[in-house]
Nanobody, 127 residues
Framework: QVQLVESGGGSVQSGGSLRLSCAVS????????MGWFRQAPGKEREGVAA????????YYADSVAGRFTISQDNAKSTLYLQMNSLKPEDTAMYYC????????????????????WGQGTQVTVSS
């Protein structure tokens, strides 16, 4: 049974930092992508960052590039999202996700490519 469990969310002031973690079990991620997504109230879920687990190549939404860093620890089966210089518009529920099949690189931030989702962790950034 695939389980993705996020943690690390919280409330911070604008300009602050948080590191999200996603503990992965029951899933072999090697040689595919895993991603972080977010959803704010009243908005659609959007892709934030993705990583190719084979070589660590990473992809970012324009809105977070240069501020967020996705990484993995294969030994711990954990995915991370380091978020720096947070802005109020980063406020959302953050989810990690894993696909069932191969994801082409141009679709790694598309939520419909992913089947397995965690329960989410809330990030709130105040101005």
């Amino acid at each position: 049974q695939v389980q993705l469990v996020e943690s690390g969310g919280g409330s911070v002031q604008s300009g602050g930092s948080l590191r999200l973690s996603c503990a992965v079990s029951g899933y072999t991620a090697r040689g595919n992508y895993m991603g972080w997504f977010r959803q704010a109230p009243g908005k659609e879920r959007e892709g934030v960052a993705a990583i190719y687990t084979g070589d660590g190549r990473s992809y970012y939404a324009d809105s977070v590039a240069g501020r967020f860093t996705i990484s993995q620890d294969n030994a711990k089966s954990t995915l991370y999202l380091q978020m720096n210089s947070l802005k109020p518009e980063d406020t959302a529920m953050y989810y990690c996700a894993a696909p069932t099949g191969w994801v082409p690189s141009y679709r790694v931030l598309v939520s419909s490519e992913y089947k397995y989702w965690g329960q989410g962790t809330q990030v709130t950034v105040s101005s």
